[in-house]
């Protein structure tokens, strides 16, 4: 059965002669070598399509990291949290507006603390971390794929992963995501490169570190999918003997060395965390029974669908990655098994998820698998000159079309139209779509598209030609250069994505009023978001201060404010009527939606200091 080792079905075909099937890289370089002194050739090869990859997500995540502003919600009381540690110097206990926040496993905030320790509580700082763990996610992928069948392999699936739609989207907003999906993806390499004897023993202590990595990044999910991938792969392939070569004990003893630690100061530190962390926000929470209830759960057939879309548009050839799947059964060659474990990778993590509360960014840790299935099935199918290569091309042709289209007869409507500085002006609310990552989408509306016109316009070129010229090159055979070309349309895509974005950052951040309320600010003043603490957390990101939460415990802070050194920034409607009435300054954040509510706690002299994105501050004195 591990014959596979040496019979990887990693060919190539070379397009100066007949067709070449090479049982694995080795025989592959060995060849070209023969022919034309090629191993240098080849290794510039791969290094070029390496720093080519590298360079177009650099480009992409770190060239996005400057703007917009952090954005209600989790992602600035994420940050929040990493600024909090830098200023309290506290590495153990993550602490929101002061609150205990006990639910979140520390490697991204460490991470995002360094970062603001060198360049300051800024935009990029943040992002910097998510922005290098995409980075590292696509080089990853990629020695993977040129591991699973060539150079050309593991370019597709860099690609794949350099551009997806839901990489980039997931990036937006400061998850741990793709910083546990390198870590995941990096144990099972090197955990693999070891199995198949093809690396000493002693890399296989990187598959334990990494899976440390991973459970101090997300928590218990760092052990469960891979293990629970490589116990499938190892039980269908009969490679219990195998696991010997991983040094099961000593690796398992520095594993726990890693993630020990900070669990153990953790507990030490705050009562009732293990509890709450593996208890509550872990079990209960996959149950749907965690206390406080504060997460949506995404439609089954949704959830597994979108994955068509979220490593768009290279998933178009995903159904090539089907063909002969009843090999993949009792695989005898390493390419077939290697692809056999891709798609247990993909099916642990996705169906784990489909039993339990979910949202789509939960199956990221899946999207590396997902590439590797497509950008090998590509490279595999364009060596094969299959026609699904073809059919696959004209998908995205197609759809780039119907979608240049499509804008363009927006734009068309809406040309009468002014463009608003503040969007929320001219959109919709549709929050029962909000449980969906592109929710919002549903409350565009044709007077959206005049504030939108130069991002709609290059989307619509970058897809409708960028993707029709991609088809061209794969008719005329210039394989490697549609795929490339297919990719830079995706990549010119989400800039004009990130431009769009930008204009809706009056209604997804609250940066324009935090720095509104600084203007205004002087010693003594009151901040108060009306509500629990995401609902306005930009606010307290970028002030200098706390800020107290009118009717606001609940959620994330609620379990961390009853600690007896919880500061007191908790008050109520009568609260609020005694302060506004004192002495001191207060400014008051508020939804619009929610205006009635808190004027009736307040009385009538509420003056308005300055408003966007549906929300608004409001004070007790009017601006001299």
């Known amino acids: 059965m591990f014959i596979a080792g040496q019979e990887a079905a990693g060919a190539w075909i070379d397009p100066q002669s007949k067709p070449l099937l090479y049982s694995s890289p080795l025989l592959f370089i060995t060849h070209h070598h023969q022919m034309n002194n090629p191993e240098s050739k080849q290794t510039q090869i791969r290094t070029g399509s390496l720093v080519l990859l590298i360079a177009l997500t650099a480009i992409i995540y770190i060239g996005s990291a400057w703007n917009p502003s952090l954005q209600d919600d989790a992602d600035a009381a994420h940050a929040e949290a990493a600024r909090e540690m830098v200023e309290r110097g506290d590495w153990v206990t993550l602490h929101i507006n002061g609150i205990r926040y006990l639910e979140k496993a520390p490697l991204m905030y460490w991470m995002t603390a360094a970062s603001y320790s060198i360049f300051g509580f800024t935009e990029f700082a943040t992002r910097l971390p998510t922005a ?205 098994q290697l692809r056999m474990f891709a798609w247990l990778w993909t099916l642990v993590v996705i169906v784990f998820f489909s039993f339990s509360t979910r949202q789509e960014y939960y199956t990221f840790p899946a999207f590396p698998a997902i590439a590797l299935l497509a950008g090998t099935a590509l490279a595999h199918g364009e060596q094969r000159r299959d026609k699904l290569v073809f059919v696959g091309q004209a998908i995205p042709a197609v759809l780039g079309l119907l979608i240049a289209l499509t804008l363009g007869a927006l734009l068309w409507l809406s040309k009468d139209y002014p463009a608003v500085d503040d969007l929320s002006k001219v959109l919709t609310q549709n929050p029962e779509n909000y449980k969906l990552a592109l929710g919002h989408m549903s409350d565009l509306t044709v007077p959206a598209f005049a504030a939108l016109r130069i991002p709609a316009a290059g989307a619509a070129i970058s897809l409708g030609v960028g993707f029709c010229l991609a088809f061209v090159l794969r008719r005329r055979g210039k394989e490697w250069a549609a795929s490339l070309t297919m990719a830079i349309a995706t990549a010119c895509f989400l800039f004009f994505a990130h431009l769009a974005l930008g204009k809706f950052d009056p209604y997804l951040s609250s940066k324009p009023l935090a720095e509104s309320i600084k203007q205004r600010l002087a010693p003594g003043d009151i901040v108060v978001i009306n509500g629990e603490y995401q609902g306005g957390s930009s606010i307290g990101f970028y002030l200098p201060q706390k800020v107290l939460l009118l009717n606001g415990r609940m959620t994330g802070l609620e379990f961390g404010s009853y600690y007896p050194d919880a500061p007191q920034v908790f008050i109520g409607d009568a609260d609020i009527a005694r302060l506004w009435r004192e002495d001191k300054r207060i400014f008051l954040f508020v939804h619009d939606d929610k205006f009635e509510q808190v004027k009736q706690a307040i009385g009538d002299e509420m003056f308005r200091i300055t408003a966007a994105g549906g929300k608004a501050i409001f004070s007790n004195r009017a601006d001299e």
């Open 132 to 336: 290098l763990g995409a980075i590292l996610l696509v080089i990853i992928v990629y020695y993977f794929g040129c591991w699973m069948i060539g150079d050309r392999g593991g370019f597709y699936a860099g690609l794949a992963v350099s551009v997806g739609l839901g990489v980039y989207l997931f990036t937006r907003i400061m998850i741990p995501e793709v910083i546990l999906s390198f870590f995941i993806a990096a144990a099972f390499y090197f955990f693999l490169k070891v199995y198949f004897e093809e690396l000493d023993s002693k890399w296989a202590y990187v598959f334990y570190v990494a899976m440390a990595a991973a459970v101090l990044t997300k928590g218990l999910i760092g052990i469960v999918f891979p293990l629970g991938t490589l116990f499938l792969f190892v039980l269908l392939t009969g490679g219990w003997r195998r696991i010997w070569h991983l040094r099961p004990i000593t690796g398992t003893l520095l594993f726990l060395a890693i993630a020990i630690p900070w669990h153990a100061l953790a507990a030490l530190a705050n009562d009732k965390f293990l509890w709450f962390y593996f208890v509550n926000e872990h079990f209960l929470r996959y149950l749907g029974k965690r206390y406080p209830v504060d997460y949506d759960t995404v439609p089954l057939a949704a959830f597994w669908l979108l994955h068509l879309v979220w490593l768009f548009p290279f998933t178009v050839f995903l159904p090539l990655a089907l063909r002969n799947v009843g090999k993949l059964w009792r695989p005898l060659e390493r390419y077939d």
